[in-house]
């Protein structure tokens, strides 16, 4: 269940960055950092990685890229905390 509800996290989120990078383009209202970055975090990590390579889109905003690394940072030591956790229950 968690393998589905993750893979749609990313591709909503390689969908957004699509989006915003069409609308860069366009000259367009464009879609908040903020927003990039809270998806991101609650599981689209990877689809905004492949979604940045692909389009390359924001990996020349250096502050950007700062922030989605304190992301990345911040859901690694999550994912160890919530690990460690676990394995006290089951141990």
Do not use: C, P, W
Not at 28 to 33: A, C, L, T, Y
Not at 41 to 53: K, Y
Request: hydrophobic letters at 55%; a positive charge.
């Amino acid at each position: 269940m968690i393998f589905y509800i993750l893979t749609a996290i990313n591709l909503l989120t390689f969908f957004v960055f699509f989006t915003d990078k069409r609308k860069a383009i366009k000259h367009q209202r464009r879609i908040s950092e903020n927003t990039l970055l809270v998806l991101s975090f609650f599981g689209g990590s990877l689809g905004a990685a492949i979604g940045m390579l692909i389009f390359r889109h924001k990996i020349s905003k250096i502050t950007f890229m700062i922030k989605f690394f304190g992301v990345i940072v911040l859901q690694s030591i999550l994912l160890i905390i919530f690990y460690q956790k676990l394995k006290q229950l089951y141990i």
